[in-house]
C-alpha cells in the first residue's frame, strides 16, 4: 500500500516484508491476519483493543508487537496520523484512515458500508485520494436486505415457532422455487411424525463474526445464548455487555445455540438435536451469509447486466419480512434448515451509495482481485460511480442520524 514507506495493512502472511516497519490489522478473520503466530518479531502491529486483545489471546503473539488504538481519534504516528472508524463487520473490525500532509487514504478492510461512515466526523464533507475497497460482493447480483430487516425475519420465525404449535406445518409448506415435488413428500411424511417438542435454535457463525443474529433472536424470544467453551473464550476478547448478558455455559439453559457455519447442514442438524433430547424435541438451524442472496432475474443475474446507478439507488432497497423465510431443501417439520441472505460485506447496493456519497480520488479493489476479467468488471462500475459524482457535482446527501442508504 502506497501510504508511507514503511506500513502495511493485513499483509501478515508474507512475513517480514523489506522496508516495512508498522503492520496494521483490520480485523481478528483469518484471511486478514494469517501468518501471525506466536512466532511473529516483524514490527509493531496497530489495531483496535479488541482485535489486540484476540491477536495476544488467541495466536499468542507477544504484547510487545500490539499497539492497540482507541476508536475514533487521530493519532499521530510520525509523518502520518490514522483514525479507526468501526467497519461495521466483525467485533473489533475497523477501516483505517490514513492522512499524510498530502493525501488521504482511507483503507475498509472489511465492512458493511453505512451512512454512518459517510456522516463520521473525519470523513464528512472530505476528500479520500485513494480509498482501499472490500469488494467481496461487488456485481450486480448481491444486492441483499438490510441486515436489520434479516435478523428481525429469523427472529420472528422463531418467535412464531416457540408460540405456535401450527407455524411450523405452516412455514415447511411455503415452497422453494423448484422444490415442489420435493415438498409434496415432505409434507406427505409430516403427517406421521411426532409432536414437535421444545424448539432448539442454532445459528452458524464464524470466529467471530454473525453474533447479531443470535442476540436478535435471543432478544425476541427472551432466552439466553449457548457458546461452546472455545467461543466464550474469544468473546472474553469483545467486552460486550450485550452478548455476555445473554449468554450461558448451559446447553440447556440457553435455547439458542451458536456453532461454527460448517455444522449447520440439514444432515448435521438432527445429530446435533440428538444430544439434547428430550429437553428439546425440534430443531431450526440458520446458517447466515451473503452468498445465499437469490436476485430476481430483472436484476443482473447474468454478469453482463449494467443498470443504471440512479436504478440500484432508488429500486434496489430489496425489501426481506418473515414471509420471505423458505426453509431450504431437506427441511421437516421438526428439523428445519435456513440459508438466509445475512453479510457483514457491504451489497452492491451499500457499495454504490459508500461510493456516490464520498468524494473519492481513486479506488483500488482489495477482493476478487485474481483475474484482469474480474478487475475489468469492478473498473466498470468505479467509472459508473465516479459519472454519478460528476453529473451531482459532488456526492450524495447523508443526513446525520440516518441509518439505511
Ligand atoms: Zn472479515
Given amino acids: 500500500m502506497n501510504i508511507e514507506p514503511g506500513v502495511a495493512v493485513d499483509a501478515f502472511r508474507f512475513g517480514a516484508v523489506p522496508n516495512i516497519s508498522m503492520y496494521f490489522l483490520t480485523h481478528f478473520h483469518s484471511d486478514h491476519y494469517g501468518g501471525l503466530s506466536q512466532t511473529w518479531t516483524h514490527g509493531k502491529i496497530y489495531c483496535s483493543e479488541v482485535t489486540g486483545r484476540l491477536v495476544m489471546q488467541q495466536l499468542r503473539v507477544s504484547p510487545e508487537f500490539i499497539v492497540m488504538l ?11 496520523a490514522v483514525t479507526l472508524i468501526d467497519a461495521n463487520h466483525c467485533p473489533g473490525s ?3 484512515l490514513f492522512e499524510t500532509r498530502s493525501q488521504r487514504i482511507l483503507h475498509t478492510g472489511d465492512f458493511r458500508a453505512s451512512p454512518a461512515h459517510i456522516t463520521h466526523p473525519s470523513i464528512r464533507n472530505k476528500r479520500v485520494d485513494s480509498l482501499y475497497l472490500d469488494t467481496t460482493y461487488l456485481s450486480p447480483r448481491y444486492a441483499f436486505p438490510h441486515q436489520a430487516d434479516v435478523v428481525d425475519a429469523c427472529a420472528e420465525v422463531c418467535y412464531k415457532l416457540t408460540r405456535d404449535d401450527k407455524f411450523a406445518r405452516r412455514i415447511i409448506s411455503r415452497k422453494s422455487d423448484g422444490n415442489q415435488g420435493l415438498m409434496k413428500k415432505l409434507l406427505a411424511s409430516i403427517t406421521k411424525q411426532d409432536a414437535i417438542g421444545r424448539w432448539l435454535i442454532i445459528v452458524g457463525t464464524y470466529s ?4 447479531r443474529m443470535a442476540i436478535g433472536i435471543a432478544k425476541k424470544i427472551g432466552a439466553k445464548i449457548f457458546a461452546p467453551p472455545n467461543k466464550r473464550r474469544i468473546y472474553t476478547c ?7 448478558d445473554l449468554l450461558t455455559s448451559d446447553p440447556l439453559e440457553g435455547q439458542v445455540h451458536l456453532v461454527s457455519l460448517q455444522e449447520i447442514r440439514p444432515d448435521t442438524l438432527s445429530a446435533y438435536l440428538e444430544h439434547f433430547k428430550p429437553h428439546y424435541g425440534s430443531i431450526v438451524g440458520f446458517r447466515p451469509t451473503g452468498w445465499a442472496y437469490k436476485p430476481p432475474i430483472a436484476r443482473g443475474a447474468t454478469p453482463k447486466a449494467t443498470p443504471s446507478v440512479e436504478t440500484i439507488i432508488n429500486l434496489w432497497h430489496s425489501p426481506f419480512s418473515e ?3 423458505i426453509p431450504s ?12 441472505p445475512y453479510s457483514e460485506h457491504s451489497s452492491f447496493r451499500d457499495l454504490t451509495c459508500f461510493c456516490t456519497s464520498l468524494l473519492i480520488g481513486r479506488i483500488i479493489p482489495t477482493v476478487n482481485v485474481g483475474t484482469q476479467s474480474t478487475r475489468d468488471q469492478m473498473r466498470v462500475w468505479f467509472d459508473k460511480w465516479g459519472a454519478e459524482r460528476r453529473k451531482l457535482a459532488g ?10 442508504w
Avoid at 208 to 211: A, L, S, T, V
Avoid at 395 to 404: E, L, N, Y
Fill in 208 to 211: 467471530i463474526g454473525k453474533e
Fill in 323 to 325: 414471509s420471505d423465510m
Fill in 238 to 244: 469483545l467486552q460486550d455487555p450485550v452478548l455476555d
Fill in 94 to 96: 475497523v477501516l483505517f
Fill in 395 to 404: 456526492v450524495r446527501k447523508v443526513a446525520d442520524g440516518q441509518t439505511r
Fill in 70 to 80: 482507541p476508536m475514533n481519534e487521530r493519532i499521530e504516528l510520525g509523518k502520518f
Fill in 329 to 340: 431443501r431437506g427441511s421437516t417439520e421438526s428439523v428445519m434448515y435456513f440459508d438466509i
